[in-house]
């Protein structure tokens, strides 16, 4: 960026060990990062690459503009706190402020070797690639995100073209931004779901092999037709549009002013739609894997920094500091969240393997197993090997090189004093992943003692139920001597793999955690018009924390029609989970829609309503009053908004029987 | 980077997207600006996306140290916690309760409300007038010696040096001339344009030796065989031995008085805040006269404030109390005008001082204290302009005759003004009526 000066020379020299040393040691842990290119910036260029959204090139628009005055103000009230940026691109690309202190960019730089592996293995990730998540060589975001900047900015300043219509046409685009289906990979994101239309049924008469003669007689070409075409109308609001861009990409157009109709697009404006729409895949697995990210980040700099002594001493005071306080801050912190959840899964994974196995000792049974066990035996018994727990250059003649703990290959060169393999620096260098795993076995440290022996008696006897080889070992000591110490790690790297945030607070916050850390919903009182807790219930916080995940913590929007009342009106459905809209909100979507259409655009939604009567009837009981769940659609013909009564059989297309995310108890504030 | 014209293309969306200042007067909220800036709040800064109703989404919090009880209070909720690490491009909910502001000074604020009201106040009245010492531009033939102009002292001996200079050797031939007089050379020096002085001459005349007489036959012989040099030539071969100064040319400079204008205006603003006077006539009258306030400022080089509470007595206070004040006593609006007038006289006299009086109540006052002592006291005190505003939201109610009374009782002048404001959407109209009356005097 500016190797020119002089600092930022200074601080690359500075780093380019630890930053070798940190992709070598993530790599030991078992990860798969991308290859991670650092820049230097300054705090300037940080707040750019702040506004940017971690990239250097971005179209113009006034939205990163808005970011960056933000961020300026911010960072002057002392609120910013930008340590670190790394961008999904392969390589990735990192960006170290040149002043932060050294013990704050060895754990941006631990952090960020993390982010790398979570974004090369996560197939939500992928789906921005070929859908697979294997092969994402191609992945070339930045140049990519250079390249539509340059085509919209050629837009821009096109003296053909008016710039307040571009960018007219990209605020239209982005209010709708998160309308896609983020759940499919992007080269297929716009085909029809499949069972897009039934087949016509004369294909399936034939796959019947119904003779010519039956089928004349029973089923006529014009009843055919009829069938046809009903059913294919049928399926076309059976099975709603999720990729709303996609949708008006294909079928979208423009009103013009001067013939007073609707037109074809621009060659322009495809362009921006194209790109646009290619940029909200590209983000969608960030914004769907927030949680996860961070908190596997912060899990693995925390493991580096402070288990690995990746800090050095007095480093590692200032990095304790920084840890507290990132983990530290206030309301919902995704590192929190996130990382609790992923020690969490370890914790368990590695206490199943230890049961399982002790379970397999003869004479210990599900429920005999908290009266025989000596939870403190077993506690020695797990500590790591002491050659593995502590090497340095004096016990290097201890290690076994056939050992599978031992790294054969560098304990070798280390021995014949290859400056490359530092023991007394970086003891890691000599060991395997799966010696490193017996170093950090999570049952060992201090503060889960007594994780073990918390195993509820439903799990053990879950865990016993269908075991048959129940008396494979003979006493405890080989029991856990037969422990995979790997089993934790593995199983995290599988999860995160296949999760997002929605499935894995999901199948993780447990019931433990939630009571815990004292969380609790809230909702608003209609009696006293302001929030009030609304449920400690570990399943409702649950409930509603998944809200705050679900489609982006947005309301899914979907087009039902493309062809409404056969008017070519667009037909747009707000798919009601209990939550309302912010209708105030959704009509000035709907007029930028409307730019996107060139026709009469229509949503459909639910609302919550309160009549006079039941108002007054709650405030004189104090109590809550009961709403009302009133279909309505709106629509917006370019100049006015109307109101109307949805259709019966329209609502029940859009409110979903099985969810709501409204978490108020019945006896509220009685 | 393109992020600087991003930057300047999100400043003029803002611009574009800010209330308009009749909208921010009557509903906006007034409390985050103080008299040095004034704080517009800006529309729906982001763009607008398909988003939960924020009342009915609720959600989740944190308790701190234990868990809290269900129905209790949470207050508003904490958005989550903002990304740090632009990885991400917006955090679900972490926008909402954020506010951007357009912020202007006093003078912007007069000049948008000008515009948007249609006003044209030009501050009048007195101009106050101040002596100034200005610079160093007048003279005169006396003063202390540092302030003596020397520079011109020199220029003028210079001129006269010049001006007396002459070719003396040119002239001592000419003495030299077969048969010259001191009168005959005088005269033809004096055609030769030689500024020499016939008593130089008569001095001079005896110092040529006899023998030297009578070397030229003519004058026109001489003039042709001798070279004249000029003033220049002589000043550089021989430099300036001396400057005449004379006395006559010495001037000592001293500096000009220059009138300064400068407008000043003070603001008494007075408030009913007896126990009828309860929060909604309250909020009107704060919406009236804080923008009045803004205004005011703007257009004056100079304004000062007055802040009088009454009920039945009246009481200066602080700007950051006024519109807080309540009491329970009744009311005599005249304590206040008592009060405003004792002020007035000793810190701003009408000599020097725009006055403006601004009134506001619910029109309740002590029976005949309108009549009686009020409107002569109105008459009494001099000012560009009395106002009186009354705020009864819903209508006024029957004893309230204040404002009444006083429009009767000035039906026919022009330096007062009664407005009545009794809901939000009539203050710009109130602020119009006040700003667009003026004592024409």
Same mark, same amino acid.
């Given at each position: 960026?500016?190797?020119?000066?002089?600092?930022?020379?200074?601080? *690359?020299?500075?780093?380019?060990?630890?930053?070798? !040393?940190?992709?070598?040691?993530?790599?030991?842990?078992?990860? !798969?990062?991308?290859?991670?290119?650092? $820049?230097?910036?300054?705090?300037?260029?940080?707040?750019?690459?702040?506004?940017?959204?971690? #990239?250097?090139?971005?179209?113009?628009? $006034?939205? $990163?503009?808005?970011?960056?005055?933000?961020?300026?103000?911010?960072?002057? #009230?002392?609120?910013?706190?930008?340590?670190?940026?790394?961008?999904?691109?392969?390589?990735?690309?990192?960006?170290?402020?040149?002043?932060?202190?050294?013990?704050?960019?060895?754990?941006?730089?631990?952090?960020?070797?993390?982010?790398?592996?979570?974004?090369?293995?996560?197939?939500?990730?992928?789906?921005?690639?070929?859908?697979?998540?294997?092969?994402?060589?191609?992945?070339?975001?930045?140049?990519?995100?250079?390249?539509?900047?340059?085509?919209?900015?050629?837009?821009?300043?096109?003296?053909?073209?008016?710039?307040?219509?571009?960018?007219?046409?990209?605020?239209?685009?982005?209010?709708?931004?998160?309308?896609?289906?983020?759940?499919?990979?992007?080269?297929?994101?716009?085909?029809?779901?499949?069972?897009? *239309?039934?087949? &016509?049924?004369?294909?399936?008469?034939?796959?019947?092999?119904?003779?010519?003669?039956?089928?004349?007689?029973?089923?006529?070409?014009?009843?055919?037709?009829?069938?046809?075409?009903?059913?294919?109308?049928?399926?076309?609001? &059976?099975?709603?549009? *999720?990729?709303?861009?996609?949708?008006?990409?294909?079928?979208?157009?423009?009103?013009?002013?001067?013939?007073?109709?609707?037109?074809?697009?621009?060659? $322009?404006?495809?362009?921006?739609?194209? %790109?646009?729409?290619?940029?909200?895949?590209?983000?969608?697995?960030?914004?769907?894997?927030?949680?996860?990210?961070?908190?596997?980040?912060?899990?693995?700099?925390?493991?580096?920094?402070?288990?690995?002594? #990746?800090?050095?001493?007095?480093? #590692?005071?200032?990095?304790?500091?920084?840890?507290?306080?990132?983990?530290?801050?206030?309301?919902?912190?995704?590192?929190?969240?996130?990382?609790?959840?992923?020690?969490?899964?370890?914790?368990?994974?590695?206490?199943?393997?230890?049961? &399982?196995?002790?379970?397999?000792?003869?004479?210990?049974?599900?429920?005999?197993?908290?009266?025989?066990?000596?939870?403190?035996?077993?506690?020695?018994?797990?500590?790591?090997?002491?050659? %593995?727990?502590?090497?340095?250059?004096?016990?290097?003649?201890?290690?076994?090189?056939?050992?599978?703990?031992?790294?054969?290959?560098?304990?070798?060169?280390?021995?014949?004093?290859?400056?490359?393999?530092?023991?007394?620096?970086?003891?890691?260098?000599?060991?395997?992943?799966?010696?490193?795993?017996?170093?950090?076995?999570?049952?060992?440290?201090?503060?889960?003692?007594?994780?073990?022996?918390?195993?509820?008696?439903?799990?053990?006897?879950?865990?016993?139920?269908?075991?048959?080889?129940?008396?494979?070992?003979?006493?405890?000591?080989?029991?856990?001597?037969?422990?995979?110490?790997?089993?934790?790690?593995?199983?995290?790297?599988?999860?995160?793999?296949?999760?997002?945030?929605?499935?894995?607070?999901?199948?993780?916050?447990?019931?433990?955690?939630?009571?815990?850390?004292?969380?609790?919903?809230?909702?608003?009182?209609?009696?006293?018009?302001?929030?009030?807790?609304?449920?400690?219930?570990?399943?409702?916080?649950?409930?509603?924390?998944?809200?705050?995940?679900?489609?982006?913590?947005?309301?899914?929007?979907?087009?039902?029609?493309?062809?409404?009342?056969?008017?070519?009106?667009?037909?747009?459905?707000?798919?009601?989970?209990?939550? *309302?809209?912010?209708?105030?909100?959704?009509?000035?979507?709907?007029?930028?829609?409307?730019?996107?259409?060139?026709?009469?655009?229509?949503?459909?939604?639910?609302?919550?309503?309160?009549?006079?009567?039941?108002?007054?009837?709650?405030?004189?009981?104090?109590?809550?009053?009961?709403?009302?769940?009133?279909?309505?659609?709106?629509?917006?013909?370019?100049?006015?908004?109307?109101?109307?009564?949805?259709?019966?059989?329209?609502?029940?297309?859009?409110?979903?029987?099985?969810?709501?995310?409204?978490?108020?108890?019945?006896?509220?504030?009685? | 980077?393109?992020?600087?014209?991003?930057?300047?293309?999100?400043?003029?969306?803002?611009?574009?997207?800010?209330?308009?200042?009749?909208?921010?007067?009557?509903?906006?909220?007034?409390?985050?600006?103080?008299?040095?800036?004034?704080?517009?709040?800006?529309?729906?800064?982001?763009?607008?996306?398909?988003?939960?109703?924020?009342?009915?989404?609720?959600?989740?919090?944190?308790?701190?140290?234990?868990?809290?009880?269900?129905?209790?209070?949470?207050?508003?909720?904490?958005?989550?916690?903002?990304?740090?690490?632009?990885?991400?491009?917006?955090?679900?909910?972490?926008?909402?309760?954020?506010?951007?502001?357009?912020?202007?000074?006093?003078?912007?604020?007069?000049?948008?409300?000008?515009?948007?009201?249609?006003?044209?106040?030009?501050?009048?009245?007195?101009?106050?007038?101040?002596?100034?010492?200005?610079?160093?531009?007048?003279?005169?033939?006396?003063?202390?010696?540092?302030?003596?102009?020397?520079?011109?002292?020199?220029?003028?001996?210079?001129?006269?040096?010049?001006?007396?200079?002459?070719?003396?050797?040119?002239?001592?031939?000419?003495?030299? =001339?077969?048969?010259?007089?001191?009168?005959?050379?005088?005269?033809?020096?004096?055609?030769?344009?030689?500024?020499?002085?016939?008593?130089?001459?008569?001095?001079?005349?005896?110092?040529?030796?006899?023998?030297?007489?009578?070397?030229?036959?003519?004058?026109?012989?001489?003039?042709?065989?001798?070279?004249?040099?000029?003033?220049?030539?002589?000043?550089?071969?021989?430099?300036?031995?001396? =400057?005449?100064?004379?006395?006559?040319?010495?001037?000592?400079?001293?500096?000009?008085?220059?009138?300064?204008?400068?407008?000043?205006?003070?603001?008494?603003?007075?408030?009913?805040?007896?126990?009828?006077?309860?929060?909604?006539?309250?909020?009107? =009258?704060?919406?009236?006269?804080?923008?009045?306030?803004?205004?005011?400022?703007?257009?004056?080089?100079? @304004?000062?404030?007055?802040?009088?509470?009454?009920?039945?007595?009246?009481?200066?206070?602080?700007?950051?109390?006024?519109?807080?004040?309540?009491?329970?006593?009744?009311?005599?609006?005249?304590?206040?005008?008592?009060? @405003?007038?004792?002020?007035?006289?000793?810190?701003?006299?009408?000599?020097?001082?725009?006055?403006? =009086?601004?009134?506001?109540?619910?029109?309740?006052?002590?029976?005949?204290?309108?009549?009686?002592?009020?409107?002569?006291?109105?008459?009494?005190?001099?000012?560009?302009?009395?106002?009186?505003?009354?705020?009864?939201?819903?209508?006024?109610?029957?004893?309230?005759?204040?404002?009444?009374?006083?429009?009767?009782?000035?039906?026919?002048?022009?330096?007062?003004?009664?407005?009545?404001?009794?809901?939000?959407?009539?203050?710009?109209?109130?602020?119009?009526?006040?700003?667009?009356?003026?004592?024409?005097?």
């Amino acid at each position: 960026m500016r190797d020119d000066r002089i600092n930022a020379r200074r601080e *690359a020299t500075r780093l380019t060990e630890p930053v070798e !040393e940190a992709a070598n040691l993530a790599r030991k842990l078992g990860l !798969e990062p991308y290859p991670v290119n650092y $820049w230097i910036v300054d705090h300037d260029e940080m707040n750019e690459l702040i506004a940017y959204g971690g #990239f250097q090139e971005r179209y113009p628009h $006034w939205r $990163w503009g808005m970011a960056y005055d933000r961020q300026q103000k911010q960072d002057q #009230f002392g609120m910013g706190k930008a340590f670190e940026i790394v961008n999904n691109d392969n390589p990735a690309h990192a960006f170290l402020q040149e002043s932060n202190s050294l013990a704050d960019q060895k754990a941006v730089i631990t952090h960020v070797e993390a982010h790398a592996d979570f974004f090369a293995n996560n197939e939500w990730f992928g789906l921005f690639g070929d859908g697979q998540g294997d092969d994402r060589s191609d992945l070339d975001a930045a140049a990519m995100l250079e390249r539509h900047g340059e085509t919209i900015r050629s837009h821009v300043e096109d003296p053909d073209i008016d710039r307040e219509e571009v960018e007219r046409f990209i605020d239209a685009v982005l209010c709708l931004e998160d309308t896609i289906d983020q759940h499919r990979a992007f080269a297929r994101a716009d085909e029809r779901r499949e069972s897009d *239309a039934p087949p &016509d049924l004369r294909e399936r008469l034939d796959d019947l092999d119904v003779s010519d003669d039956v089928r004349r007689q029973a089923f006529d070409e014009e009843w055919l037709d009829d069938l046809a075409e009903a059913e294919e109308a049928a399926a076309r609001l &059976d099975e709603p549009h *999720a990729d709303v861009l996609a949708f008006l990409q294909e079928h979208g157009r423009q009103f013009d002013e001067e013939t007073g109709r609707a037109e074809e697009f621009d060659p $322009w404006q495809k362009e921006v739609l194209d %790109i646009l729409r290619t940029e909200s895949y590209y983000f969608a697995g960030q914004k769907m894997t927030k949680v996860m990210n961070e908190g596997w980040a912060s899990f693995w700099e925390s493991l580096m920094m402070g288990d690995e002594n #990746f800090a050095d001493g007095d480093e #590692f005071v200032t990095y304790a500091d920084h840890m507290a306080r990132v983990l530290g801050s206030p309301g919902l912190n995704p590192y929190k969240l996130g990382m609790e959840l992923w020690e969490y899964v370890e914790n368990v994974t590695n206490r199943r393997e230890v049961v &399982d196995n002790l379970l397999r000792v003869e004479g210990v049974t599900w429920r005999n197993f908290h009266d025989v066990i000596d939870f403190e035996e077993v506690a020695e018994l797990l500590a790591p090997d002491p050659e %593995i727990e502590s090497v340095t250059a004096e016990t290097l003649d201890d290690l076994d090189p056939s050992d599978p703990r031992v790294d054969a290959d560098a304990v070798e060169r280390a021995r014949d004093g290859d400056m490359d393999v530092n023991v007394d620096r970086y003891p890691w260098k000599v060991l395997t992943t799966a010696g490193l795993a017996e170093r950090h076995f999570s049952l060992c440290r201090p503060q889960n003692r007594g994780f073990l022996r918390r195993i509820p008696r439903a799990e053990l006897e879950r865990l016993a139920r269908y075991m048959f080889d129940d008396a494979k070992y003979d006493t405890v000591a080989d029991a856990v001597g037969a422990v995979d110490y790997t089993v934790g790690w593995e199983r995290m790297r599988e999860l995160r793999e296949s999760h997002n945030d929605v499935t894995f607070i999901d199948a993780f916050l447990s019931e433990e955690f939630v009571t815990e850390n004292d969380y609790f919903t809230y909702e608003y009182s209609e009696a006293t018009a302001d929030f009030r807790v609304a449920s400690t219930d570990p399943e409702d916080v649950k409930k509603k924390l998944l809200l705050q995940f679900t489609n982006f913590g947005k309301p899914t929007v979907a087009v039902y029609d493309g062809n409404f009342e056969n008017r070519n009106e667009l037909l747009l459905g707000h798919q009601y989970n209990g939550i *309302a809209l912010d209708i105030e909100q959704a009509k000035q979507v709907l007029e930028r829609t409307y730019d996107l259409w060139g026709r009469p655009v229509n949503l459909m939604t639910v609302v919550t309503e309160y009549d006079e009567h039941e108002l007054e009837i709650a405030r004189r009981r104090n109590r809550e009053p009961t709403p009302t769940e009133v279909g309505r659609r709106i629509r917006y013909d370019g100049e006015e908004f109307e109101t109307h009564e949805l259709d019966p059989e329209l609502k029940e297309r859009i409110a979903a029987a099985d969810i709501d995310y409204d978490t108020k108890p019945d006896e509220w504030l009685s | 980077m393109g992020l600087r014209e991003d930057l300047d293309r999100f400043r003029e969306v803002g611009e574009r997207r800010r209330d308009d200042l009749t909208e921010f007067i009557r509903y906006g909220d007034l409390g985050g600006s103080d008299a040095d800036s004034i704080r517009v709040p800006i529309k729906m800064i982001d763009l607008p996306e398909f988003a939960y109703d924020p009342r009915d989404r609720g959600g989740v919090g944190q308790g701190d140290g234990d868990t809290p009880d269900v129905g209790q209070p949470v207050g508003e909720p904490q958005p989550a916690d903002g990304d740090d690490d632009g990885d991400d491009d917006g955090e679900p909910g972490d926008e909402a309760g954020d506010h951007e502001y357009y912020e202007m000074d006093p003078e912007e604020f007069a000049e948008e409300l000008d515009e948007e009201l249609g006003l044209d106040l030009e501050p009048k009245g007195k101009e106050v007038v101040e002596e100034v010492e200005g610079d160093f531009t007048e003279l005169t033939r006396a003063g202390p010696d540092s302030t003596l102009d020397f520079e011109r002292l020199f220029k003028k001996g210079l001129k006269r040096k010049l001006a007396t200079d002459f070719d003396e050797e040119f002239v001592r031939e000419a003495m030299r =001339v077969e048969g010259a007089t001191p009168d005959a050379v005088f005269r033809w020096c004096r055609e030769q344009n030689v500024l020499v002085s016939r008593a130089w001459i008569d001095d001079e005349w005896a110092s040529i030796p006899d023998e030297e007489r009578g070397r030229w036959e003519s004058f026109e012989e001489m003039a042709g065989s001798v070279e004249r040099t000029t003033t220049a030539e002589r000043i550089r071969q021989d430099g300036i031995q001396e =400057v005449p100064f004379r006395r006559e040319d010495e001037r000592y400079r001293h500096p000009e008085v220059v009138e300064e204008t400068e407008k000043n205006v003070v603001v008494v603003n007075i408030r009913d805040v007896s126990g009828s006077m309860r929060e909604g006539k309250r909020e009107l =009258v704060e919406r009236t006269f804080t923008p009045l306030d803004w205004y005011l400022t703007g257009k004056y080089d100079r @304004a000062e404030f007055v802040y009088i509470a009454h009920d039945a007595e009246a009481w200066e206070v602080d700007r950051e109390d006024f519109f807080g004040i309540r009491s329970g006593g009744g009311t005599r609006i005249s304590s206040a005008y008592e009060l @405003a007038a004792e002020i007035l006289e000793e810190r701003y006299p009408w000599a020097e001082w725009n006055r403006y =009086v601004f009134a506001a109540g619910d029109s309740e006052n002590s029976s005949n204290d309108t009549k009686e002592n009020v409107v002569p006291m109105m008459e009494s005190i001099p000012a560009n302009l009395h106002a009186y505003v009354e705020t009864q939201p819903g209508g006024t109610a029957i004893n309230a005759t204040h404002a009444e009374e006083v429009e009767r009782a000035f039906e026919d002048e022009t330096g007062v003004v009664v407005t009545y404001v009794s809901d939000p959407a009539d203050v710009t109209d109130a602020i119009y009526r006040i700003l667009s009356t003026e004592d024409t005097e």
